[in-house]
């Protein structure tokens, strides 16, 4: 959740109210934000334990009263003073919301597709024309930016804001992506001595130059591309490097009024919400409030003809509907629907209007969901985390008033316990814990090649990703096993002279298109596992053989007659559920898809009846000693033992 500082009494003039801090502090609370602390500049310094500053520097710092405000991480609009008391200014009925306008522009930003598609391939632009500055309006512009690039831009990495005085450049603008020694410009950095770079010797001034510290994360960004992404306009001028630095020719003062903004991405999407946060809030300070004028981007092919156009800002005001049945039920509140639609505009959903749905004469069920009112909204471009009718309802909720809304006593009685699978892995849990054994928890997500070639494993159906982010993430596992070889792999500093026992209990997701579980057959299932491996001198496989054994026991689950008998030892049999046994056989190589994960003839399949199985045996799980080949596709350099089997059987 990010966290706004604000200086107490310039919120306060927006706002045109003066506030306590109490009664500030609850109204954060009814409009859905917290009050996080209420400090100042000497009061941080003197709280901090790793600067230390003498006496003459604190008294130096302000004592200004600064709130710092969480603001939900989706609520882009709320990440500046401007913004923040603009919602609140509505929320209060202040003023209504304010209606964006976009205006035709004659700036053009040609885009050369083939240099940038490989580093940075989309621009968006707007301009703030007539736009006036002072000191403080000057300082929140440069906030909202930085507070979008940690969150939305993800540390520029998906998107980089550049603004520009327009005046001191030359449309039409180009973006394009050149090698770095080619690209010559005096930073914003450097403003001051004039010091011109190119791209090679900007970023290692940016690594190793202490007043530039603030700039090096970005700096991994692009440096290893062999074309660094600029902005220029028509007479080569640089305007920006994104996402490190804006050039000082272009830089923004007091005196602009004219301001170009350029916003590079990996995302168009977020590019344009991007986009649509700043000039929103920063459009107020137009001669012509909440009104960006736009920018034409022309994407060029090779030849440099126009291949794609888009007009820039969206700022698009789009609908959404949700039913009032549906809102008032998810608050837990009976609001009459035309109350609800005038609630819409405290929350800056407005204007509002009622829907009568159309339902199908023959229809005599009037509990209908479908015959209550539909509410239809508007959502401003400030918005975009409006995105379905809970977040509709959520809103409502807010606007309405969380403490008006009345307790009640549930209809229905029940007494809530944990679901039976659950509570048979934390019980096994901490059993086998006990047994020396070390839990880990492995990612769901793994390569296909670990999850069947590295186990000596046919490659067989699974749930893919369509776009994994990598190679280590295609398919979701479908066995417990290359999670924990791999935790081995990646702890081979640990003492194995006593035996490196780990175990997991998670999940699998298995292909079954027989399996139904909601309305829509999904083609899987999940299957909750067990899975433990012993890595040491020895083999281990006695050690793995007694867990399967505890596990059983502790399970309530007999041996059978012949399996205690070949074992040479007496069993004292504790209590075990009617018709519930289970025996182990050898791990025929040709009898099974598991088969080349083990050493041949040091395997063994674990065969449980049960009354669920109508008295047949049936395989629920496999142990051994793991095949030489497998520790070497996981590089395991001690003998490894492991067992697996499913839990939900055991029930």
């Given at each position: 959740m990010p966290t706004v500082s604000i200086p107490r009494d310039t919120l306060f003039r927006h706002l045109s109210r003066t506030y306590t801090d109490e009664a500030f502090d609850e109204l954060c609370f009814e409009f859905g934000i917290e009050?996080?602390?209420?400090?100042?500049?000497?009061?941080?310094?003197?709280?901090?334990?790793?600067?230390?500053?003498?006496?003459?520097?604190?008294a130096a710092l302000s004592e200004e009263v600064i709130y710092k405000i969480d603001v939900p991480a989706n609520r882009y609009d709320l990440l500046c003073v401007e913004g923040l008391a603009r919602a609140l200014r509505v929320f209060l009925g202040d003023e209504e919301a304010p209606v964006y306008q976009v205006e035709e522009g004659s700036q053009v930003m040609n885009v050369v597709s083939a240099n940038t598609a490989s580093v940075r391939p989309f621009v968006v632009c707007a301009v703030l024309r007539g736009a006036t500055f002072d000191e403080e309006r000057y300082a929140s512009f440069i906030e909202l930016q930085d507070q979008l690039h940690r969150n939305l831009c993800r540390q520029r990495t998906l998107v980089a804001i550049g603004t520009h005085d327009l005046d001191s450049v030359q449309g039409p603008f180009v973006y394009d992506a050149r090698p770095p020694r080619d690209i010559q410009f005096v930073p914003l950095t450097h403003t001051a001595d004039n010091r011109e770079f190119n791209g090679t010797t900007l970023m290692e001034c940016y690594e190793t130059d202490a007043a530039c510290k603030h700039l090096k994360p970005y700096v991994p960004i692009i440096k290893n591309s062999p074309l660094y992404p600029v902005v220029l306009d028509s007479e080569g001028t640089v305007l920006s490097l994104p996402p490190i630095i804006n050039g000082s020719k272009s830089r923004i003062t007091l005196n602009?009024?004219?301001?170009?903004?350029?916003?590079?991405?990996?995302?168009?999407?977020?590019?344009?919400?991007?986009?649509d946060t700043v000039c929103a809030m920063f459009s107020q300070y137009c001669e012509k409030t909440y009104t960006v004028e736009s920018v034409t981007v022309n994407y060029l092919d090779d030849a440099q003809n126009v291949k794609d156009t888009h007009i820039t800002p969206a700022m698009y005001t789009r609908k959404e509907v949700s039913s009032v049945e549906f809102v008032n039920s998810l608050i837990g509140?009976?609001?009459?629907?035309?109350?609800?639609?005038?609630?819409?505009?405290?929350?800056q959903l407005g204007p509002a209007r009622l829907i009568t749905p159309i339902n199908d004469s023959n229809d005599d069920n009037n509990s209908n969901p479908s015959s209550s009112p539909i509410l239809e909204v508007t959502v401003p471009p400030t918005r975009s985390d409006i995105l379905h009718a809970v977040d509709i309802a959520e809103d409502i909720a807010v606007a309405y008033g969380y403490n008006n809304i009345v307790r009640t006593v549930p209809k229905t009685y029940t007494v809530g316990r944990e679901q039976p699978l659950n509570q048979l892995g934390d019980l096994l849990r901490e059993e086998i814990g006990r047994a020396g054994y070390i839990e880990v928890l492995t990612h769901g997500l793994c390569s296909q090649n670990d999850n069947f070639t590295a186990l000596n494993r046919e490659v067989t159906n699974a749930v893919s990703l369509s776009n994994p982010a990598n190679v280590e993430y295609q398919v979701v596992r479908t066995t417990l096993l290359p999670g924990l070889l791999k935790t081995i792999q990646y702890n081979k500093s640990m003492s194995f002279t006593g035996g490196f026992q780990l175990f997991e209990i998670s999940d699998v997701v298995l292909p079954d298109n027989g399996h139904v579980v909601t309305e829509t057959v999904v083609g899987a299932r999940n299957s909750r596992r067990v899975c433990a491996t012993y890595s040491g001198p020895t083999s281990g496989f006695e050690v793995i053989h007694g867990l399967v054994d505890r596990i059983m026991t502790l399970c309530e689950v007999a041996p059978e007659a012949e399996y205690v008998a070949s074992s040479g030892n007496k069993v004292k049999l504790v209590h075990c559920k009617d018709g519930w046994s289970y025996t182990i056989r050898e791990l025929k190589s040709n009898g099974s898809d598991v088969a080349g994960t083990y050493f041949p003839g040091r395997a063994a399949e674990i065969l449980l009846t049960s009354p669920k199985s109508g008295g047949e045996k049936v395989v629920i799980g496999t142990f051994g000693i793991l095949h030489p080949e497998v520790l070497g596709n996981f590089d395991i350099k001690y003998p490894t033992s492991s067992m697996e089997l499913d839990l939900e059987t055991l029930l």
């Open positions: 009050l996080d602390d209420v400090t100042s500049e000497r009061t941080e310094a003197t709280k901090s334990s790793t600067v230390k500053l003498s006496k003459d520097q604190l602009t009024t004219n301001v170009f903004i350029e916003c590079t991405a990996t995302d168009l999407t977020k590019a344009n919400i991007v986009l509140i009976q609001v009459p629907a035309e109350t609800m639609v005038n609630l819409c505009n405290k929350i």
